[in-house]
């Protein structure tokens, strides 16, 4: 294939000027006993280094030639040195970041491990950790939303005030710029070799942690710190039913299996094979957390080379030059793309790959519904020691899947299982999916009602008539449409077992979807509200709890629950409608608005401290008269139409 002879014997994918800037400037320097850049307690010697490095908090990175970064090699490379001799880690200054131990495991394996990934390993964990923690401190200044990007937060004159101007600009030109080292996205994109990231400035992020507490501790201006939440073994609870459910093999029951794909694969270019081979020891460790800060990079440098040879733009595999975006994640993955400017042509990966894998993709990494791992991984939202380990054995799995397709095959029974996988697929996580399970869950809960119920017996609602009618007209319209015989129930579990388009879903769709998932959240919280108010009045009866006015309040709520359990079921049919079949009933730009509102409002009313039941009987005769006449003129216009 093209991609081989482009880039799996690749030395670099490092655009020139950066490579300079990570690689080519440190060669030659040397370390110096005379410089006192850093001090034994591994922090910056500020007064020194603006007295010697020939460095100054007015630098504008633009206008500067390339001895600027021998400058600051030296300090780095002092950095490294006194990391090494040092025998008393500054844990006190780390305390800052919440992330003391990790921190300690990074400066460990720093002065221990000489493996060429460790350096990478550890600027990957550190950026992560110093994005978090300078988050954290933002918050506690302004009591406002942290800037999404890290450029923009260390940018903001809250932190330059508390930090001082030079070392928020030696923050910048490590981390915060594309116009410096930027080591934070290059090492997060994926980009650099393992033997691209030197130990040095690995060290001297350790040394810049180190030095932002030091300031922290002497000038007291913030003691205490708002943490905000990050990813814990609770949270990721949440995920698991949903990832187990992907049927995935144990890949630990398969480690030969594994090895093979990673050695064998043309897709893996040789400067980045480490990433992939450590990462999967890493897994075989129980090191999720670690396995996943490798893997996800490694990954995106794949999807980045296979992306820029199928759509032939191989010039933008490289980190960017200064002054343009290179390609990440988001475009690799997206429908289109830019290839030159104001251009816009159809991404080929999907040919490539195949929908199934680019939604297994999307869906763990893009899904707002979903674990989002990469951004919350990067970002330092995670909780590194909590990930468990079917979130790691998941991502690696999809990752294992997207070499296989690529190619070669290798006939081993790891690439069945996941090809089987593969081709049954289906989104976990894309709202669409959300919103079919939400749908099923609330229609399980109406069903339940009855046998709440069967404890009071119940007489028919007065406005059974009219939902008598909302019911009939809905079938009439659904059996034109899916000509599906039964109940309003039959009709509900045919569309949910329809399938859905989920990838590449329009903003308005995604807008619609959303405000389709507010209504069934609506009649959830109302059925609850019914479900509760059925047990606790039974209790409160049987026990004569209840004045007179509040046994005809109950009476009447009795009385309307079957009425009430019919609106729900055609709530949810609409909704199903609205996502499937129908758009043109939706051309009324009222009706969803409306149906969202009646849903939202009688969600409030059943409330247990209102139990507004003539109310809500109001609300409903107004809803069912209003959703007939929709529904009886759209049927007129199919029938025109037909």
Known sequence: MFYEAQFSKANSFLSPSIKFILVDAREDLTYSEANNFVTPCLTFNWDYILLYSGLSADMDFHEHNHSIWKKFWSIFIDSGRKLQECRSPPIHFWQWTNCVEEIQSCYIQLQSDKSLIIPLKSALFLTSIFENAVGNVFQQCTNSNVPFLLKDLLKSVELLSVFGKFPMFMAKALLGTPLAFNIRNVCWHGFPAP?????DISAALVVLITSIGEILCDSNKITTFSLRPRMDAVTWATFLPLLTSTGFPNLLEHIDDVREVIQKSHFIPKTHLLYWINAFDLLCNGKHGECLMLLLPALEHTLRCVFCSVNCCLNR????????????????LDQHFVKSEGLREENQLILLLGQNILEMLMDILHSFGGPRIRDKLSHGECCISQIPSVVCNHVFCVALTVLLKLGPPQNIDLEKLLTDVEENFTPKFHSVSLLKSQTATVLEKVKALNLDLRLFGGTRSTLTDSVLKLKLALLNHSISQVSCPGDIVDHIDLLLNKPVRTLYRTKTDMSMIGSLRKIISAVEKTCDNCSNTLKSSQQYLSQHMLRSRQRATFSRFLEFVPSLQIIFNSILLMVMFQLHTSPEIFAHPKLMKYLQQYSENIASLS??????????????????????????STHKMCETCD
């Open 317 to 332: 595999v490289l980190v960017a030059e200064q002054h343009s975006l290179y390609t990440t994640m988001d475009e690799i």
């Open 607 to 632: 409330n247990q401290g209102k139990n507004r039941w003539v109310e809500i009987e109001e609300k409903t005769g107004k809803f069912c008269q209003y959703c007939i006449s929709v529904l009886n």
């Open 195 to 199: 033997e691209e990231v030197h130990f």
